[in-house]
């Protein structure tokens, strides 16, 4: 029991720094799906090198995943460190 | 389009689906020979289950689909390219982890852990059936379009192909192999994908394909006849009387003036100069009469500006239709909750020893997959301008493309994409036969089985869904892989993200709305999906206005239905007495 316990309680930090990072990646992801939705148009913008916002939201999004992703195994071992499983 | 065969790129393509089938048996004996069927999975390196991770996700929806999705219709493919990868987010930071706190194998345990209900048991594996077979279909059509230009031979001789070799592969190797194999095509596929790109690059954007002259704007008609005879332009098709090849730059900016071509480009200079140049793109008319089916294909000339910004497949979005929005919000959530929501997706995250190495192979996986999507991007524009397109069939854009550089990248690209499908469709089919086996006829019906009878009840199962799977890859033969596997994703997100998510998080959930949430959640996007236009139109070749469904991808309504259903009958019911 103390065992399930134990599991539970390492879950519910994962979640809170899952969480958090799960919440910066909605907005993210929403607001980009909100501006295809609302101002297709402006994503005809040059933006960057001559690349559309279309298309630097585009990559900026799987560049974004690839870095929170990153930063959760990073808090995620650090938290690990002081002896919990 | 008819397609040239070559020795040399068949023996290629024979030799590497013979090498990694060789090593998939090689790996699966040793496997049961050491100490079982899945301790070997604990053993394997964070590292290489992260790209097995990429291997088993990157299937020929990734591959077929996108690419082809961007070549014809530009930057909307890339759409699900971005929503493919998301997916993965919810996965990691949502899911993934507290499932493995559960400390259960499959998906159907961890939903029922806390319940041993055999309610949740049966509806759980009936969704996981079809999810399955919705996720085998692109798989199969996917096959097909590989062999058609690569072998010469007709569509459903490549579905048969896959069907036979991938049941024949379920039926006498074992699971084991398939993390290394994954491991060597997810490795492969991103490599040559890599390797193809730099091509793209260096060869920079070439006015019509580098053919003398200006583009050739005649319209190509192409007619199937109620006996099957194939007429192009009113005659029989033939090699010497074939359909134009098409998707060609037209003209390029100012400053190339005069050269035709502008030489090696880097990636972001790559975008923009396209961004400044016109394509040569084509409408395709389709009508109906006693003559059979009858297919217009009108090349004309368009600013690629317009196809590098939203509204090229999702005709709707930049004419403000509400309904074409809704359609496409509702498919870009399914993307979203939808990877979290597979279960074959969902078991590959027990296969490393500890939640830390799950961790970071997860994330290896994610920077593989992610790679490979920003590849996506330059294959697809790459094929879009590459003059070698077949109008008829945009997933075999990619092979094609590939085409247009040489014979030998031709038959390693079209081997690296033939092999994932057979590993992805083993994978389903290993699920779905365990789902039938397991979960329905010893949980649900309460058989008892010795372990012998199990397993041949479990091939037996892998032979039927074998069957099945061919049978629909046949009927779908007309469709983008990358659309109908937006389908799957629809039915797992609205059928199990509701259950997952509460059963994780809310402590009030009960098996009785755990139940009901899954039925609901597959059975209302499943009819959604079977009354949808899209289906009226492409499947039963039927007006898509008769369509009672005012848009195809259901995810936008039945995803939030099943949350509903999960909560109303959870409260009507008596709270769960755990903890």
Not at chain 2, 123 to 141: E, G, N, R
Not at chain 2, 252 to 274: I, M, S, W
Request: proline share 5%; charged share 10%; with cysteine.
């Amino acid at each position: 029991m103390s065992q399930q316990q134990d599991s539970t309680q390492g879950s519910v930090s994962v979640n809170r720094v899952g969480l958090a990072l799960f919440g910066v990646y909605v907005l993210l992801y929403g607001g980009f799906m909100a501006l295809v939705l609302a101002g297709p148009d402006l994503l005809a913008t040059r933006v960057f090198g001559g690349v559309n916002l279309a298309i630097a939201c585009g990559l900026g999004l799987i560049v974004a995943a690839v870095v929170l992703s990153v930063v959760y195994i990073l808090a995620r071992a650090s938290h690990d460190r002081p002896g919990r499983s | 389009m008819l397609h040239e065969t070559s020795p040399l790129a068949i023996a290629i393509f024979a030799a590497f689906v013979a090498g990694v089938l060789w090593l998939s048996f090689r790996l699966g004996r040793k496997g049961q020979s050491a100490e079982g069927y899945y301790a070997a999975h604990g053993q394997v390196h964070w590292f290489v289950n992260g790209v097995a991770f990429a291997g088993d996700y990157l299937s020929a929806a990734s591959f077929l689909g996108i690419c082809g999705l961007i070549a014809f219709y530009g930057y909307d493919g890339f759409l699900y390219s971005i929503g493919f990868l998301a997916g993965w987010v919810v996965a990691l930071f949502v899911i993934a982890e507290p499932i493995k706190a559960l400390g259960k194998f499959t998906f159907a345990d961890a939903l029922d852990s806390r319940f041993d209900s055999r309610g949740i048991k049966l509806a759980v594996a009936i969704s996981t059936l079809v999810v399955s077979v919705f996720y085998l279909i692109p798989q199969m059509v996917g096959a097909g379009a590989l062999v058609t230009p690569l072998l010469g031979l007709p569509h459903w001789a490549g579905v048969i192909l896959v069907g036979v070799a991938v049941t024949f592969i379920v039926v006498t190797a074992g699971m084991v192999s398939t993390t290394w194999v994954q491991f060597i095509k997810g490795s492969l596929l991103v490599f040559f994908c890599g390797v193809l790109t730099l091509l793209i690059l260096n060869r920079g954007l070439v006015v019509n394909a580098g053919r003398p002259g200006p583009p050739d704007f005649t319209p190509q008609t192409r007619s199937i006849r109620p006996d099957g005879q194939v007429l192009i332009d009113g005659e029989p098709q033939s090699a010497e009387h074939d359909l134009r090849p098409v998707g060609t730059l037209a003209s390029l900016p100012e400053r190339y003036a005069g050269e035709g071509k502008t030489g090696p480009l880097g990636p972001l200079a790559y975008l923009a100069t396209l961004e400044d140049s016109t394509v040569v793109t084509w409408r395709r008319e389709t009508t109906r009469d006693d003559d059979g089916t009858h297919d217009v294909f009108t090349p004309r000339e368009r600013p690629a500006a317009e196809l590098l910004r939203p509204g090229g497949y999702f005709k709707g979005l930049a004419g403000g239709s509400l309904i074409a929005r809704l359609d496409f919000a509702s498919l870009m959530l399914a993307l979203f909750c939808g990877t979290a929501s597979l279960p074959h997706i969902l078991i590959r995250y027990y296969t490393v020893k500890d939640a830390a190495a799950a961790r970071k192979s997860t994330v290896v996986g994610i920077a593989t997959i992610g790679i490979f999507y920003v590849l996506t991007l330059y294959l697809g524009l790459g094929a879009m301008t590459s003059g070698f397109l077949d109008p008829t069939n945009s997933n075999m854009a990619a092979p094609l493309l590939a085409k247009s550089f040489s014979n030998t990248l031709f038959a390693v690209i079209s081997a690296i994409a033939f092999t994932t499908v057979l590993g992805t469709v083993s994978g389903l089919i290993m699920a779905g036969s365990g789902a039938v086996a397991h979960d329905l006829v010893e949980n649900v019906a309460g058989v008892q089985m010795t372990d012998h009878e199990k397993v041949r009840v479990g091939k037996l199962a892998a032979v039927g869904l074998g069957i099945v799977a061919m049978a629909l890859g046949i009927l779908f033969k007309g469709f983008n892989v990358g659309f109908l596997v937006g389908w799957a994703f629809n039915i797992a997100a609205s059928a199990n993200l509701p259950a997952l998510v509460m059963l994780l998080f809310w402590p009030r959930t009960t098996k009785q709305g755990i139940t009901a949430a899954v039925t609901v959640g597959m059975t209302a996007s499943l009819a959604w999906i079977l009354l949808s236009a899209d289906t009226f139109e492409k499947v039963y070749g039927i007006s898509r206005d008769l369509a009672p469904m005012p848009f195809s991808q259901p995810g936008l309504v039945t995803i939030p239905l099943g949350f509903l259903v999960l909560v109303v009958v959870s409260l009507l019911t008596p709270a769960p007495r755990h903890r």
